[in-house]
Nanobody
Framework: QVQLVESGGGLVQAGGSLRLSCAAS????????MGWFRQAPGKEREFVSG??YYADSVKGRFTMSRDNAKNTVYLQMNSLKPEDTAVYYC????????????????????WGQGTQVTVSS
């Protein structure tokens, strides 16, 4: 079992930056591939970043990183736009390697509760 807790969301002006954190429980964190998804009001949840992949809409602006010693994965978000407004979720997948569909929600085994990011224009 892995429990994930996101933090770092908030209100920011367009063009600003935020860094989301996702703290994981358990001693096997390093074995999991991590991802970030988001869900805007009235829309389906969508892929943001997973393994080494990024959605086209965030490529060049968002960077995912992890610190296995701290059991934490980060999402650095720069040049934020109003359309980035959403609840952001981190997720953990037991899959590893090229066969994994990191852009798909179904690939992930554990999910956090989400953190709200609001970008004002």
């Amino acid at each position: 079992q892995v429990q994930l807790v996101e933090s770092g969301g908030g209100l920011v002006q367009a063009g600003g930056s935020l860094r989301l954190s996702c703290a994981a429980s358990g001693r096997t964190f390093s074995r999991y591939s991590m991802g970030w998804f988001r869900q805007a009001p009235g829309k389906e949840r969508e892929f943001v970043s997973g393994s080494t992949y990024y959605a086209d809409s965030v490529k060049g602006r968002f960077t995912m990183s992890r610190d296995n010693a701290k059991n934490t994965v980060y999402l650095q978000m720069n040049s934020l736009k109003p359309e980035d407004t959403a609840v952001y979720y981190c997720a953990a997948s037991s899959c590893s390697g090229y066969v994994c569909l990191f852009r798909s929600e179904s690939q992930y085994d554990y999910w956090g509760q989400g953190t709200q990011v609001t970008v004002s224009s």
